[in-house]
């Protein structure tokens, strides 16, 4: 149990004094960040999709 113990105690302690936290804004321009990546990605992806189906349309159509 001290163990336990002695670990929650130094996880605290690394979570209130050893960690560097983002401010708000460093928080919200990062999500505007990952937000817009993450719809290029699904674009990119569907576009990939949809000519993958076009292609693979006209290849079956042939026999």
Known sequence: ????????KECY???????S?????ELQSSAVVVSIASLIIALVVYLM???FETL????????
């Open 56 to 63: 693979l349309e006209a290849f079956y159509r042939m026999f």
């Open 13 to 19: 302690t690394e979570l209130v004094q050893k960690v």
């Open 1 to 8: 149990m001290k163990k336990f113990l002695n670990y929650v």
């Open 21 to 25: 936290w983002p401010t708000w804004k």
């Open 49 to 51: 999709d949809k000519s």
